[in-house]
């Protein structure tokens, strides 16, 4: 009895390390990143919402792993230069805001991105949604590595109010405007002068959006991500599935309408759940769900309508409940179930990981910013090791997080932006220790001298690459081109070469 227990505990220690190396050498997957357009953090049952019911995203979470200290950007077009080039925005897409229709600038077509990375190993790659990288011909997803596109390339506000692209459903439309495509600059046209809405599918306009395709944007979506599984079930294939949910205005789908205890906001919530479901069962159906890892997050914090809570602030700030976003890795067998990591990570660290475990090659050419976060989500370590990570909104660097510890370098909300500061003279700093204080409502930096000094040289160092207030060294040039063109007039003519066949 002895010997044999004796033989048991030396099987089990040889076979210990090789469950590791299972996990290390995971078989290549296919991947599929649900990205959701300005949901909150706490808008989805995993992370505490008591409004929304999501069962779909509940599975997720309790087959796979929560990261609850991840981090996108404070707007849409940058996070998604994040998580396409594995950089911080301001590396790869130096713009003060966000894109806009018929910009001069996007996405350079020279940077890679984690499209490429795969298709160059074989994936079959498809984008199905919200793109916001640039609408011009040369910015569009089939020049930036994806074999297939079908979506809006920019927001669902960014339309004619009289098309319903500036006010929720049920809301009266106002009566059309004559007059000529308005003035921009050179992130494109906003306000009143926005060209009609283009759904595209690679490069051709099949759809003026206005109410009906909005309602209707999430099934569609929903409908051709399940037909890109189905035809490529045979090979490794990248879905990104951008949803425009639930960016105002809402449109939840006519099925959907009223179903919640949350209004129009509730309805639309629970509707990209149901997407969510329906690409899952597929997966299941197709006996895929042991091969794909599932990313599930969201592109920055939510609006006013969202709930964020613990976290402080909105979208558009760098307070966490800005840029800090509910996300799910999910993989069966790869990733242990119902576990949470409050590593830091963020979008930049999607291309390294999905290049690692796709067998892809991460660009050497140029820095990228991201690291392999498979150690954390395999669960062989409980830390990313990141030394820092920065929080830019736009040209400007106004936080910096080390550990616990984050650090203001720009106060906002009752002090003002920093212009208003040097009229006052620099204020304290502000220092929260966010393993005790994730609502960052107590400021401690008059007790942590030390750790205040620490990241302050942090932001220093950084301002040497990719600068503190301007633009710096490290920013890469934006893809350019002349005289840029809606893809549908004001007049409602399809621009040259974009017409549907």
Avoid at 140 to 167: E, V
């Amino acid at each position: 009895m002895r010997s044999r227990s004796q033989f048991l505990v030396l099987l089990l220690a040889v076979l210990a390390p090789l469950a590791g190396l299972r996990a290390a050498d995971a078989p290549k997957p296919n991947f599929i990143i649900f990205n959701i357009d300005d949901m909150g953090y706490a808008d989805i049952e995993p992370f505490g919402s008591k409004l929304n019911r999501t069962p779909n995203i509940s599975r997720l979470a309790a087959e796979g792993m929560k990261l609850t200290s991840f981090y996108a950007a404070p707007v849409c077009s940058p996070s998604r230069a994040a998580l396409m080039t594995g950089c911080y925005p301001k590396r790869a897409l130096p713009i003060p805001h966000v894109l806009f229709p018929a910009g001069g600038v996007g996405l350079h077509p020279n940077e890679r991105t984690v499209a490429e990375v795969l298709k160059d190993v074989g994936y079959a790659t498809g984008c199905i949604g919200k793109w916001h990288l640039g609408d011009q011909p040369e910015f569009l997803p089939t020049r930036q590595g994806f074999d297939y596109y079908l979506g809006l390339p920019y927001s669902n506000d960014m339309g004619p109010a009289a098309d319903g692209s500036k006010s929720d459903l049920g809301v009266k439309l106002p009566e059309a405007k004559a007059g000529a495509d308005g003035a921009g600059n050179e992130t494109g046209l906003t306000g009143a002068s926005q060209p009609p809405l283009p759904l595209l599918e690679n490069e051709r306009v099949i759809a003026r959006v206005r109410q009906d395709e909005q309602q209707g944007i999430v099934e569609r979506y929903t409908t051709a991500a399940v037909k890109f599984l189905r035809d490529h079930r045979d090979k490794h294939f990248f879905l990104y599935l951008p949803h425009n949910a639930v960016h105002f205005p809402l449109y939840p789908g006519k099925a959907f309408v009223g179903r919640s205890h949350n209004g129009l906001y509730g309805d639309w919530v629970e509707e990209v759940d149901w997407s969510v479901g329906q690409v899952m069962a597929t997966l299941r159906e197709l006996k895929l769900d042991r091969n794909t890892l599932v990313l599930f997050t969201t592109d920055n914090g939510g609006t006013p309508r969202a709930v964020n809570a613990p976290l402080r602030g909105h979208k558009g700030t760098t307070w966490e409940g800005g840029m800090r976003v509910p996300t799910i890795a999910w993989w069966p067998g790869q990733i242990p179930a119902g576990t949470s990591s409050g590593a830091i990570a963020g979008m930049m660290d999607v291309l390294p990981t999905f290049a690692k475990l796709g067998g892809g090659t991460v660009p050497t050419d140029r820095k990228i910013d991201g690291m392999d976060l498979w150690p954390v989500l395999s669960g062989k370590v409980p830390d990313s090791g990141r030394e820092a990570f920065y929080y830019f909104r736009g040209p400007l660097l106004e936080a910096v997080r080390s550990g616990p510890w984050k650090l203001h370098l720009i106060a906002r909300g009752p002090t003002g932006p920093k212009a208003k500061q040097k009229e006052a003279g620099e204020p304290p700093p502000i220092l929260h220790n966010l393993d005790e204080d994730i609502g960052e409502t107590k400021n401690v930096a008059a007790a942590n001298p030390d750790v205040v000094k620490r990241l302050q040289a942090l932001a220093d160092k950084m301002d040497a690459d990719l600068g503190k207030e301007k633009f710096g060294a490290g920013s890469r040039p934006l893809g350019r081109v002349e005289k840029p063109q809606p893809l549908i007039g004001r007049d409602g003519k399809i621009r040259a070469g974009f017409e549907p066949k």
